[in-house]
């Protein structure tokens, strides 16, 4: 049983009076240090109230009434302490005050233990709404809080209403510095993170988000892709191993068509149709998005696909990537090239590199909204009206020139 200590008191204050010269009776509850008031309803002549036996006394006035209500409120009072004694929960001065005018108690939880609760929740979605390779990410990022927790309290759990932004902040300095986490992996912990304290507010566990006021640290993002150069190289080159070869029409097939290792290696004769325009297309379903997805077969793609009678090579992303940097110190690409260098090549050299609108290019990526390939692909475009601009700029200057020769 719980041994918090209680104090009831009834206090006035009396530098404020009514115009009838009284002063409005409260009620305060201590429990451990910690205490509230509230207003009883009831007002006194500040010359009539005994702070000591905690009583309204007069010769003139009967206070009979108003001293019967003051003990039948700390008699409710006692009454409500002793029943959440008998029920052994953690008593708090909200939890009395809260049962005294009867408002619905505030469900209380553990962060460790609502972190539990939702993983069981998530697991439960697997192969529904969720795959099994995203829960895991959110069993990495809560098996983080957990481990932090006992880091910086040296406790297995702590209430879920002691969450602050500092709890935040410190979280992210763990990760830096005892996880040796990069900022984007971080960013993409705490959002996890994040996610399940903002359905407890929506539970009644919080009053508001602790972490309304966090700002995470944006990264700024170098898209890698091939240039039109360096991809007309690696299209061109004919290496001695069959391997390279044809990990290099891989490669190549995923620059025109933008599909993610794992769109490419499930790609099936049937997710290969003629569309309304009468030209080849690949229907799919994203893998990281659930988006469905439609690629034109551009005349590169067609002729690696037909190299393989539409049935694309497996290999495994592992040795994709490794052969991938075998090829590329081969041919002279002094990029770090991986698989999915393809699917930023398909976006940058193939589709923004050509004028097609950003829209589009959202589209045929298969993104969920369009900030994402703005934040991804703005620079890219930037630097294109860049090369315009100054191709323009040549012209003029060109221009300008026999202008001024034809007028001498």
């Not at 700029?393 to 007028?407: F, V, W």
Request: proline letters at 2%.
């Amino acid at each position: 049983m719980h041994q918090e200590k209680l104090s009831i008191l009834f206090v006035i204050n009396q530098t404020k009076t009514n115009k009838k010269g009284l002063c409005s009776i409260n009620c305060r509850i201590t429990i451990n240090n910690k205490r509230k008031q509230f207003s009883t309803g009831n007002s006194v002549n500040p010359k009539d109230w005994n702070s000591k036996k905690q009583l309204a006394e007069s010769k003139l006035i009967d206070y009979k009434v108003l001293n019967g209500q003051l003990s039948i409120i700390k008699q409710k009072i006692n009454n409500i302490y002793f029943k959440l004694q008998i029920e052994n929960v953690n008593i708090k001065v909200d939890n009395i005050i809260d049962s005294y005018f009867q408002k619905p108690s505030k469900k209380e939880d553990s962060v460790i233990s609502y972190l539990n609760k939702d993983l069981e929740k998530l697991k439960r979605l697997i192969g529904k709404d969720l795959k099994q390779s995203t829960w895991n990410k959110f069993n990495y990022a809560y098996n983080d809080v957990a481990s932090f927790i006992k880091f910086s309290f040296k406790n297995k759990d702590i209430p879920l209403n002691e969450l602050n932004l500092n709890f935040l902040e410190q979280f992210e300095y763990y990760l830096k510095t005892e996880k040796n986490n990069k900022q984007v992996t971080l960013n993409k912990t705490i959002q996890r993170f994040r996610k399940p304290i903002k359905n407890a507010i929506s539970e009644g566990y919080l009053d508001k988000d602790p972490f309304l006021m966090y700002k995470a640290s944006r990264v700024k993002k170098e898209i890698i892709f091939l240039t039109t150069d360096e991809l007309d190289k690696l299209e061109n080159y004919s290496f001695e191993q069959t391997r390279l070869n044809q990990v290099r029409d891989l490669f190549v097939f995923c620059c025109y068509t933008g599909l993610a290792y794992n769109e490419m290696t499930n790609l099936k004769s049937e997710n290969i149709s003629i569309g309304f325009d009468n030209m080849e297309w690949i229907q799919m379903k994203r893998e990281k998005t659930s988006k469905q997805i439609a690629i034109p077969i551009l005349p590169k793609a067609k002729s690696i696909l037909n190299k393989y009678d539409n049935t694309l090579p497996k290999l495994s992303n592992q040795k994709v990537n490794s052969y991938l940097k075998e090829i590329g110190a081969i041919i002279g690409i002094n990029k770090n090239i991986t698989h999915h260098i393809a699917r930023k090549t398909f976006a940058s050299t193939i589709l923004l590199y050509n004028d097609v609108p950003m829209e589009i290019v959202s589209e045929l990526l298969g993104h969920a909204n369009m900030v994402i390939t703005q934040e991804s692909y703005g620079k890219i475009v930037r630097k294109k009206v860049s090369e315009e601009m100054k191709k323009l700029n040549l012209k003029l200057s060109i221009s300008q020139k026999l202008n001024l020769k034809h007028l001498k």
